[in-house]
């Protein structure tokens, strides 16, 4: 077990629809990234956050955005869901952003209809 | 062209042989590199870290060449448990992960 947990699990959403991801850290790791992985595909980085600032950004539209909390939990947000958004969300917690070992969550697998 | 290519596969090898996979990166700055494993339907989760000499753990040896930009893994003595998926990791100075989409091994008996 890595520490990191997330919620929900799974989720079903209709197209326009918005949806909060949330992610608990491993204890004492300051810095959160999330990533998309559409089937058969590697995770694409999203963005990261570290001490509750966004620290890099990978292409992704505005209507994805999130927060970091002062003990260093995490939400996701995507607004006007589209179908190509069905995917697992996978959160991984850093010890520090200059350290770059990952440690993932489970995911949360988000199907739009 | 991608950041972090693969070869997707699958590499179908029967247990006990010996199977190698490369990955190739673009980014000439990169500074760190791993392989992470992927189980079906769950996260990705370290494998072993690659260093410029090369590294062994165990059955597996990772090996970077930093002039041709590409990094390997070989697992020696296949097992069944080794069927997952095997995803190239590169890091530059941001530190931040970038993923490449996996290679998908199986072993049969």
Not at chain 1, 77 to 95: G, K
Not at chain 2, 28 to 54: H, I, N, T
């Amino acid at each position: 077990e890595t520490g990191v947990t997330q919620s929900p699990t799974h989720l079903i959403k209709t197209r326009g629809q918005q949806v909060t991801l949330r992610c608990s850290s491993q204890s004492g790791h300051n810095t959160v990234s999330w990533y998309q992985q559409a089937l058969g595909q590697g995770p694409q980085f999203i963005f990261q956050y570290y001490r509750e600032e966004e620290n890099g950004r990978g292409n992704f539209p505005p209507r994805f955005s999130g927060l970091q909390f002062p003990n260093y939990s995490s939400e996701l947000n995507v607004n006007a869901l589209e179908l190509d958004d069905s995917a697992l969300y996978l959160c991984a917690s850093r010890p520090n952003r200059g350290q770059t070992e990952a440690f993932f969550g489970q995911g949360t697998r988000l199907t739009v209809v | 062209r991608k950041e972090v290519e693969q070869d997707p596969g699958p590499f179908n090898v029967p247990e006990g042989a010996t199977v190698a996979f490369n990955c190739t990166y673009s980014n000439s700055a990169s500074q760190s590199f791993f392989w992470y494993r992927q189980d079906c339907r769950k996260e990705p989760k370290l494998l072993m870290s690659v260093y410029s000499s090369g590294n062994e753990d165990g059955r597996f040896t990772a090996q970077l060449n930093r002039a041709s930009q590409y990094i390997s893994l070989l697992i020696r003595d296949s097992k069944l448990s080794d069927s997952a998926t095997y995803l190239c990791v590169v890091a530059g100075g941001s530190y931040i992960p970038t993923f490449g989409r996996g290679t998908s091994l199986i072993v049969h008996p």
